[in-house]
């Protein structure tokens, strides 16, 4: 199957884990940055050119792709898919209206809305980079406990929640809690520009913490997956709508409702080493079987292979 590849995640060598795993699930394999400054002639010449069996769109903001773009695509054959793996409050209306031959999404709610505009949807989960996020590597000195997230003030519907836990935390467990991120004035770090030190700095660690901007069905953001693939931290993650689909609580990782919740339950946990352990074992056994980008993609192929006959 020859690949096509639009949009984010697009980058020079060195070959990331998305590029990888497009590259050992295709036949051949070609990508575009939506930065490129020709980028829909560019689309074209690669429609004629490579003549894709299927096109992974990133398209994540208005005025990138034009919809004939997407129709030229597609009148040369090939099926047209559009992915969003963030979220935001509502479908943007451009979205809805890029002619793609399938919408994916990383969350049930946007499937939902989706389906109800008339489009062909599903549900795509995010991926993780294995090589990087994984038990063996360089220690960063961190915390006993962590929480890596940006601090975006009252944006999202759940930031000012995710900023009070920070403040809970810290008052409960001093020095022993940090913080890593854009916009916390007490952060102990910031790790968004590598990945690498990221997954140093979670390998020292002993609970992870997983609190994302938004409540809705089956989103939990790719931070869930890099501290289970991390292999080495226990991950509590503040349960959401749909989460017993992938895991199970007590198995893979440690769910939690409300700040005394998580307190007493990090308090339990740091003291049972083999509890801990255990559950981390099973957490990394997971991410590697179910959640690496090499999953993401194949589950991206049985999409493509599901609905492209429809």
């Given at each position: 199957?020859?690949?096509l590849h639009l ?6 060598p060195?070959?990331?884990?998305l ?10 394999y070609a990508?575009?940055n939506c ?5 829909n002639?560019?689309v074209l010449?690669l429609?004629?050119?490579f ?7 990133q398209?994540q903001?208005a005025?990138?792709i034009q ?11 090939a099926?047209?898919?559009n992915w ?16 793609s031959?399938l ?7 946007d499937?939902?809305?989706a389906i109800?505009h008339g489009?062909?949807s599903?549900?795509?989960e995010i991926g993780?980079?294995?090589?990087i ?12 406990i962590v929480f890596f ?11 000012y929640?995710r900023?009070e ?6 008052g409960a467990?001093?020095?022993?809690f ?17 990945q690498e ?12 913490i997983?609190?994302s901007?938004?409540?809705?069905e089956?989103y939990?953001?790719d931070?869930i997956?890099r501290?289970?693939g991390?292999g080495r931290?226990?991950c509590?993650?503040r349960t959401?709508?749909?989460?017993e689909?992938?895991?199970e609580?007590g198995?893979?990782?440690?769910t ?5 919740d998580?307190?007493?339950?990090i ?6 080493e ?7 074992k ?5 991410a590697?079987e179910k959640?690496?980008?090499d999953?993401?993609?194949k589950?991206?192929?049985k999409l ?7």
């Amino acid at each position: 199957m020859k690949i096509l590849h639009l949009g984010l995640c697009v980058s020079p060598p060195p070959i990331n884990g998305l590029q990888k795993a497009f590259i050992e699930n295709s036949s051949e394999y070609a990508e575009l940055n939506c930065g490129h400054p020709d980028f829909n002639n560019e689309v074209l010449k690669l429609s004629s050119s490579f003549k894709p069996d299927l096109v992974f769109m990133q398209i994540q903001a208005a005025n990138i792709i034009q919809k004939q773009t997407v129709q030229a695509l597609r009148i040369n054959g090939a099926f047209v898919v559009n992915w969003n793996g963030d979220v935001r409050d509502d479908i943007p209306a451009w979205m809805l209206g890029t002619d793609s031959d399938l919408t994916l999404f990383s969350n049930m709610r946007d499937v939902h809305a989706a389906i109800a505009h008339g489009l062909k949807s599903d549900f795509l989960e995010i991926g993780y980079n294995p090589e990087i996020y994984c038990p063996d590597g360089i220690l960063r000195p961190s915390h006993d406990i962590v929480f890596f997230g940006n601090n975006y003030g009252t944006q999202f519907p759940l930031s000012y929640y995710r900023n009070e836990m920070v403040k809970y935390l810290k008052g409960a467990f001093g020095d022993q809690f940090g913080v890593y991120g854009n916009g916390w004035q007490n952060a102990d770090g910031n790790f968004n520009q590598s990945q690498e030190s990221e997954a140093e700095a979670y390998r020292s660690a002993k609970v992870a913490i997983n609190c994302s901007h938004y409540d809705i069905e089956r989103y939990s953001s790719d931070r869930i997956f890099r501290i289970l693939g991390t292999g080495r931290p226990l991950c509590m993650a503040r349960t959401y709508k749909g989460i017993e689909e992938d895991f199970e609580h007590g198995k893979h990782l440690i769910t939690w409702t409300e700040f005394g919740d998580l307190e007493a339950k990090i308090r339990h946990y740091l003291k049972s080493e083999n509890e801990r352990e255990f559950i981390v074992k099973n957490g990394n056994n997971l991410a590697k079987e179910k959640f690496t980008f090499d999953c993401m993609i194949k589950n991206l192929i049985k999409l493509y292979e599901k609905y492209k006959t429809i």
